[in-house]
């Protein structure tokens, strides 16, 4: 069997950006309205800091406004909570993230209910959940969203495959599951008590790997010819010792690339596969919950 396609993310995302500056740039003229993001980062994470950073500049890019909200470690739930508060009711902002992890003082839940269900652009509300479990327009978790796009451009109709999630959080492997259901798959979802997990994967034709756990799932998991999105991102230490010695790092995924690629018909590398897909789908995100905010269909 010839080698997996390599799916770029990164030129996918690249396309899916410029068509969103593009309609941004519409709505300014038409409607004269400038879609808003605002971010709020708690403490000091390096990689969130990446994420968070990445998020601002790529807003700006597409011709958005963007606000940063950096919050010491310590910062008290109350201080988040009226800051908030103050963006769900301000005009210029229609989408607001938390960058999770925070610290273990804060808690999740109650940040993610504080978000107004309109301006969730994580998708992580129980509204918003709810509203994608039930079948009805809803703003959805960015990463999924951008692994369905991908899968349509590579399958185009999804309907009556069989697709197998590894992983259960709220953020990734629930909506992406959603997701795959809407679309017509029989849908596992798979987890850390899930008896023979290769066996499982198997049955895939469409397997989504969002662990974090490097290189998991192994060549002979893979049905042949199943289309293999790897989500999981792990860090470790450059291989050159020199900047590994200044910090940086390299990514892994969930799935064994090399081996993977022998069997299956098209595989997203890490990094330049799902990643570069979540901050398009944010600024997506961003200009739907806009649109819905002052009434412009969607
Ligand atoms: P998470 O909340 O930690 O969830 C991980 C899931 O993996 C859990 O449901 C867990 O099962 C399951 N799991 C853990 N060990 C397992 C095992 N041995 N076998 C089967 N399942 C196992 O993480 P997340 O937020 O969903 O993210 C998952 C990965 O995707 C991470 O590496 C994250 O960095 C990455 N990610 C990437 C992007 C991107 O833009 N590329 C975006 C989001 C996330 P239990 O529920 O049973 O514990």
Redesign the pocket.
Known sequence: MSEARIIDGKAFAADLRARIAQEVSGLKAEHGLTPGLAVVLVGEDPASQVYVRNKGEQTLAAGMYSETHRLAADVTHDALLVLLAKLNADPAIHGVLVQFPVPDHLNQADIVAAISPDKDVDGLTVTNAGRLASGLPALTSC?PVGCMLLLKDVIGDLSGKTAVV????N???KPMAQLLLAADCTVTI?????RD?PAICRQADILVA????AE?VRGDWIKPGAVVID????RFPSRDPVAAAAGKTRLVG?VAFDEAKAVASAITPVPGG??P??IACLLANTVTAAKRLHGIEA
């Open positions: 990463t590894i992983g259960r959080s953020l990734m492997g798979a987890h850390s008590r899930s997990l969002a662990v974090g756990r998991m989500v999981g991102i792990s969930d799902v990643g897909m979540t």
